[in-house]
């Protein structure tokens, strides 16, 4: 599917767009890039690290042959609202040139990532999940980087691994009621973060914020448990502004105030006039 995209945040009503031979691959790229804290646009990274992912809609805006045409429209409609960097399109992929060479590199990877794996290698990149990217633990051994990502999910060498895909599948989304309230203890009782709760239990980050925000599970009752939104840095400017007078970085600040990361600040502070 060709064409262009938008990256919408209904927090700040403002949005990215940007154009692809492959939408559908386009937006899981974003998504990798945004959640690893990697993406090339600054204020669409410290927007994601300000609300999270559930405060962003992923959307087809047209789909069309002359990309470079259509996504300076789109950018300059809605210049007055854009994550972007650049107002300028400029797609490579609208060249027939780069388009080739895109495709004979692929095969060129395609055939040299062809390395069987043993069962020490197996085990070897197990361990190495928790310290290395996914892509070098790929390029070292020479595999796909879905080989990797099919042996972390179970969905290969699992008698090994003794990682279960089906198990692992049905756990997402379907929580017990006795799951929430363990997780509402968490959210009530610990510091413990969402992403490290929703890996506990196989689900999404976003449904952890649900359950914390009331949108989900809201019927569970947990005494002392009141649902509310996440505390985001733009709640807390004045805290942030305390505690960096008193001469706390980033991260200490991030960690006492219970915020998803020390890049959030930053955002929040952007959001402050200076003083004149």
């Known amino acids: 599917m060709q064409g262009i995209y938008s990256i919408s945040c209904t927090q700040e009503d403002r949005v990215y767009i940007g154009s692809s031979i492959d939408i559908d691959r386009r937006w899981g ?29 992923f959307g087809v805006v047209e789909l069309c042959d002359n990309l470079v045409l259509a996504e300076q ?10 994550y972007n960097t650049s107002t300028k399109a400029s797609n490579p992929m609208a060249n027939p040139e780069v388009v080739k ?33 996914v892509k070098d633990i790929a390029d070292t051994y020479m595999v796909s980087i879905d080989t990797i990502y099919q042996i972390r999910s179970g969905l290969k060498w699992s008698y090994l ?54 949108r989900r599970w809201a019927h569970v009752k947990v005494e002392g ?34 915020l998803k990361s020390a890049s959030t600040i930053s955002y929040a502070l952007s959001k402050v006039a200076p003083a004149k």
Not at 188 to 204: G, K, L, M, N, W
Not at 228 to 255: M, P, W, Y
Request: proline share 0%.
């Open 101 to 133: 060479r895109v495709v004979e590199t692929t095969r060129k990877n395609s055939s040299r990532h062809t390395q069987k794996l043993t069962e020490e290698q197996v085990l070897e990149i197990i361990t190495l999940l928790d310290t290395k990217a």
């Open 161 to 214: 691994t003794g990682i279960n895909y089906s198990s692992n599948n049905s756990r997402k989304h379907r929580l017990t009621e006795a799951d929430v309230t363990a997780i509402k203890l968490r959210l009530r009782d610990t510091t413990d973060t969402a992403e490290c709760i929703a890996q506990d239990y196989s689900v999404q980050q976003s449904m952890i914020a649900a359950i914390r925000s009331g």
């Open 225 to 258: 448990f009141t649902e509310g939104k996440q505390l985001k840095s733009t709640d807390c400017v004045q805290e942030i502004l305390f505690l960096k007078s008193q001469g706390l970085t980033n991260v200490d600040i991030a960690k006492q105030l219970g």
């Open 73 to 82: 429209y789109w950018l300059d409609k809605h210049s007055h609202h854009c």
């Open 29 to 57: 790229e974003h998504r990798r890039r945004l959640n690893a804290q990697t993406h090339h646009c600054n204020q669409l990274q410290e927007a994601w690290d300000a609300y999270g992912d559930e405060s962003f809609s």
